[in-house]
């Protein structure tokens, strides 16, 4: 293989970081670090992996704990689908595989949350099966390097892709050279500022030859972002709680929030406060205002969320428990798997 693949590998031998989930061949720890490192970066998704492996060293043993252990240690994270997924594709290699991870490529891809790109990373690193491993970084180098005009983001760019993938790869140490490559687009083939003048494979690629790096990849378009605006209720009665787990097909399925009204735009204090609909949600008798928090904004990658705290407290009246919702002691909180969103306010209101 001498061409700029060879300088390639030879660059990532050098210059490859030192990450815990490297030189390995166990598919366990392999897979969680890539659930892991989906939408995150590597400084925050490092200490999620390292405590996941000390709580859960085997994969029988995530297999063995609670969905609310898992979602609790999650947290922060955000996508929880993916813990979710990683929760259930553990029992499936318990219950079918005997705790062992299975090693080949088909039966890796038919667990639960596990694509392509996922699958084809465990099966080249782990067992050195041919597979390719392709991420947004991978496409963004291959863009880059042979001039890919065809979005990459649509089914022909993605097949065109995934076709140059498998041409590509070596029939010797594929995990080497897939990790290679995505180690080339996470230092050095950048999104916005690429750092051409150290990359072992500029001679080779059409977008630095023609000093147009930043028109590569090219893509069909953003998903427009949704706005929602959230008013919470957040009830107390001596040392109680009042939080409810989420259990409709939204967004933060499985973990706990509180009572929730929400709203077509954005509404004032006063006219929520006179608002029938929250008496739909929580039906209080006698509850006494004690804090309305401070607007705060939350991103999603295809949601915009604005969300308001009423804070009430319940002195001699009475209520019915809303759906989905149960008492807890206000010290128990944070044995309780909830979204970042609602971590921040219950730091900054509720446990100051």
Known sequence: MNDWRQNLLNWYEANKRDLPWRNIKDPYKIW???????????????EYYLRFIKNYPTVSDLAAASEQDVLKL???????????????AAHTIVKEYEGKFPAKFESIRALKGVGDYTAGAIASIAFNLNYPAVDGNVMRVYSRLFGIT???????????????AVELLPAKNPGTYNQAVMELGAMVCLPSNPQCESCPVQQACYAFLHKNMLDFPVKQGKTKVRNRYLNYIVIVQKDSILIRLRKSKDIWHGLHDFPVVETDRPITQAKFLKDKKWNEVVLLRNPVLKDVSEEYVHLLSHQKLFARFYLLE????????PADSFWIKINDLENYAVPKL??????????K
């Open 32 to 46: 969680l670090s890539e659930v892991i490192l989906q939408q995150t970066r590597v400084n925050q998704g490092w």
């Open 74 to 88: 999650w947290q922060g994270l955000g996508y929880y689908s993916r813990a979710r997924n990683l929760h259930a």
């Open 314 to 321: 319940i002195v001699n009246g009475k209520m019915e428990l």
């Open 150 to 164: 065809t979005a990459i983001d649509s089914t022909n760019g993605k097949k065109q892709m995934n076709e140059l």
């Open 342 to 351: 609602i971590d921040l306010y219950i730091r900054k209101k509720i446990l």
